[in-house]
């Protein structure tokens, strides 16, 4: 595995490794700002896929001060649109669809693409034909802005990616794709071995954190609110945050890997013997600690399965210390919320991130089907908060959180250090992108 001195050392190589610029870029005249266009923003209803966008976007800001940012959101996106107007208020977002059947490509999306001096695709798993389904026209369309950018001389890069399949017939065509891109960032080392050894061979091929590790946004109003209305005290409780195999609550018939329409009797059984396990961990820190547990919503389909599932069955005694937060947020009022937390616990890996990033201690108890992006944690440093709720006991998973309790602030100390190394990689990554901006401006 490579190791985080080994990404500090082929830092200073990325910087240099950039594309050349080509020949033939469309550019805004020399006394305007050159243009960064990212395409972002997957769900409102998932702060996790909410939360990777005002994460790279503060990246973008930060270290390319001089570049215009655009926002495509292919889809509506209301809530996150509140989020980033309010917080990001020279950001523009650019709304509408690539392709619609044989209307010609016009409006404010193309004028987007005109005018852009980088394009890039922020993090998420999307480019892996055949572990959630064999959409063949699907993935060709996620792949054609790419092509559009190829065919006029924009340079295109993936921040912050997971690939974990490109199943037959699309390996050479991806490879061919993404062997062409200025550079892709993986967000898990797994996935960055798992291109090279397929041969892809893009200028910079590197590990890069999420994009939500920049996240720093926050609804203090609501989240001090809420704290005060549930009667939580500052560093006085446990964030937990589940995930089932349950169907979407905005559309219960359409299926994916983790999210079934039909859950099968296996998948229950799973969803039974993982909140068992959540179950115990909570009575545990109660009943040890003496503090409070939040159970908290990463995405809206779990408010109601942290009831049933988690809340409804605990202790009495146990019961009266656990909060269960009844209805679902957006990311920025969590960040308020979780920057408050002693700890946090969970299936799901983006709220973990955004504890991170706000100092907070984690354990992450991973399911496999999440796929190599499950790895992040350990690629960061922090191993040995690392679990996979399937094999893991419950015995692990409380050890783990109670050596944190134990040992506060060394556990406080550890995430400083591996949030100084995500730092680091954000630096470099964007250091990239500034050099791409440049050549093609």
Known sequence: MTTRRDFLKLSTLSVAATTLPIPGVLTTDSAAKPVVLLRSSWNDANIGDQGHTPGTLRLLERHIPEAKILLWHQDPRPETEKLITRNFPEVTIVRGAFSEGD???EGELKDAFERTNLYIVNSGMVYNYGLFGYDWPSSMANLTPFYYCLDRGIPFGLYGQSFDKFAHPSMPVFKDVFSRAAFIYCRDDESRKFLKENNFKPPVLEFGPDGCFGIDVRDEEKGVAYLKKVGLEDKKFLVVVIRTNT??????NKGSLMNPARPT????EQDRQRLAKVREVITTWVRETGLQVLLAPEVSKEVAQAKTGVFDQLPAEVQRKVVWRDTYWNADEAMSVYARAHSMFGIEPHSLIMGLALGVPVVHARSLAHG?????????GLPEWLFEIDQ???SDLISALMAIHK???TAKAKVQKDMSFVAERQKTSMQVMRRNVKLSS
């Open 103 to 105: 209307k010609p490509f």
């Open 247 to 252: 169907p979407h609550l905005y559309d219960k």
């Open 265 to 268: 009797p296996a998948q229950q």
């Open 372 to 380: 190599r992006k499950g790895w992040m944690f350990r690629d960061i």
């Open 392 to 394: 893991a006991p419950a």
């Open 407 to 409: 040992e506060y602030p």
